[in-house]
């Protein structure tokens, strides 16, 4: 193995760990949510702490991509954190999202669009050529997806006042 290669891998299982560190997290929070009576301040610090693991944990799983691909923030941002940002603030169709992507990453399919800067493209448009990684560089973040669409939506409801949805229906 290369140099590059070896630290890729070494960024590919710090992913693993990472995810797994995630879901332990995510699931530990949901059931304390669920099952616990109280819906205090601990409640909301843990819906925080899980807000800050996810932001870690989806940095952590990109830097493989970023490194096998050589891509720049642009189409970084678009790979890592746009489906994110959609399973956050929308947990129900963000969810789904946040699934269809990971088949994506599981795949190992990146790239392969332009992207277009400006309103109305004024600012120029770059392309993207499509990569298909073969050392498993984007399972990690295939994986984080799974446990954000899945564990998030946990940790979320909970939080919501009974209020709020008692009246709705």
Known sequence: MKGRDVEIAA??????VACTVYA????????????APSRGGVAYALGVLCLVVTCVVLHVCGKPIAAR??????????????????????PVIG????LVAAVWRLRGKVGGVTLTFGEHGEGGSKHY?????REREGVPLGLTYVVLALGW?????????????????
């Open 69 to 90: 691909t050589g891509y720049d923030g642009s189409m970084m941002f678009f790979i890592v954190w746009f489906f994110a940002l959609f399973g956050v603030f929308m």
């Open 129 to 133: 050529p499509a990569i298909q990684l």
């Open 24 to 35: 332990v997290t995510m699931v530990a929070a949901g059931a304390w949510l669920w099952l």
């Open 95 to 98: 969810s789904v999202l946040c």
């Open 11 to 16: 960024q590919v299982r710090a992913g693993f």
């Open 153 to 169: 939506p946990l940790v979320v409801f909970p939080l919501i006042p009974k209020e709020l949805y008692a009246s709705a229906g």
